[in-house]
């Protein structure tokens, strides 16, 4: 089974300009999904996926496959069912997973364990979610309460899945049947979530969202060797 990973980087970005190329602790964010893809030992290649040559560069410094895409595919009003239908034509598998550049705090084992779970289950597609244990409304409506009698404790609440799209995943023959068939497939066939820590779920957006993971890696940095300890008015 050929199984490749994808990062998609586009060079333009309407709210944080070439995020993918910002430093976060002296390295660009798009090589720390390289690093945790690599480390994975899951795929077979794993290619940066951009309009922009610049990432054919940085594709070589990190010891991995480019491919690139046509321009329109690269603009912020492509969609990403056109995207992924035009690499897994081009490039051969059997098993396409979307490693998402922009969270950069993904670890190898959690990429094993979602790849795992994909083939076990025998999916044909996934996106990866956040199980929120919180009170939620949707259209001004609870979603997962009763807004009569005492509220809630959020223990005894059902999770909302919150898609972060950390990975999406793809069977390459179902993704292309159905993508043929109605011009859309990113939840074609057999369809599955699967929830991720709360750092994988950490989506860079914003200049905000980059100063938050920058606080978290240095934060590592400086604890390690971290444990759980309590106040000694703790029983």
Same mark, same amino acid.
């Given at each position: 089974?050929?199984?490749?990973?994808?990062?998609?980087?586009?060079?333009?970005?309407?709210?944080?300009?070439?995020?993918?190329?910002?430093?976060?602790?002296?390295?660009?964010?798009?090589?720390?999904?390289?690093?945790?893809?690599?480390?994975?030992?899951? $795929?077979?290649?794993?290619?940066?996926?951009?309009?922009?040559?610049?990432?054919?560069?940085?594709?070589?410094?990190?010891?991995? @496959?480019?491919?690139?895409?046509?321009?329109?595919?690269?603009?912020?009003?492509?969609?990403?069912?056109?995207?992924?239908?035009?690499?897994?034509?081009?490039?051969?598998?059997?098993?396409?997973?979307?490693?998402? @550049?922009?969270?950069?705090?993904?670890?190898?084992?959690?990429?094993?364990?979602?790849? @795992?779970? $994909?083939?076990?289950?025998?999916?044909?597609?996934?996106?990866?979610?956040?199980?929120?244990?919180?009170?939620?409304?949707?259209?001004?409506?609870?979603?997962?309460?009763?807004?009569?009698?005492?509220?809630?404790?959020?223990?005894?609440?059902?999770?909302?899945?919150?898609?972060?799209?950390?990975?999406?995943?793809?069977?390459?023959?179902?993704?292309?049947?159905?993508?043929?068939?109605?011009?859309?497939?990113?939840?074609?066939?057999?369809?599955?979530?699967?929830?991720?820590?709360?750092?994988?779920?950490?989506?860079?957006?914003?200049?905000?969202?980059?100063?938050?993971?920058?606080?978290?890696?240095?934060?590592?940095?400086?604890?390690?060797?971290?444990?759980?300890?309590?106040?000694?008015?703790?029983?």
């Amino acid at each position: 089974m050929l199984i490749n990973a994808m990062i998609p980087a586009r060079m333009g970005s309407t709210r944080l300009k070439q995020k993918n190329l910002a430093l976060i602790n002296d390295k660009p964010m798009i090589s720390y999904v390289v690093n945790s893809a690599k480390e994975s030992g899951v $795929f077979n290649s794993i290619y940066i996926n951009s309009e922009s040559r610049a990432f054919e560069e940085v594709s070589n410094r990190l010891d991995i @496959s480019f491919y690139h895409r046509e321009e329109e595919l690269g603009s912020s009003s492509a969609k990403s069912d056109d995207v992924v239908y035009d690499f897994i034509k081009a490039v051969p598998g059997d098993i396409t997973v979307w490693v998402n @550049s922009t969270s950069p705090l993904q670890s190898a084992q959690e990429l094993r364990a979602i790849v @795992s779970y $994909f083939v076990e289950h025998n999916l044909d597609s996934l996106i990866t979610v956040r199980d929120e244990q919180v009170h939620c409304d949707y259209d001004n409506k609870p979603l997962n309460y009763l807004a009569e009698g005492k509220f809630a404790q959020t223990q005894d609440l059902k999770p909302v899945s919150r898609f972060v799209y950390s990975v999406m995943m793809w069977r390459n023959s179902a993704f292309i049947k159905e993508y043929e068939e109605k011009g859309s497939a990113l939840m074609c066939g057999n369809f599955g979530t699967y929830p991720v820590s709360k750092e994988s779920s950490l989506i860079v957006k914003t200049e905000e969202d980059l100063r938050l993971i920058q606080y978290i890696v240095f934060g590592r940095e400086a604890n390690k060797g971290w444990k759980l300890e309590y106040d000694k008015a703790a029983k």
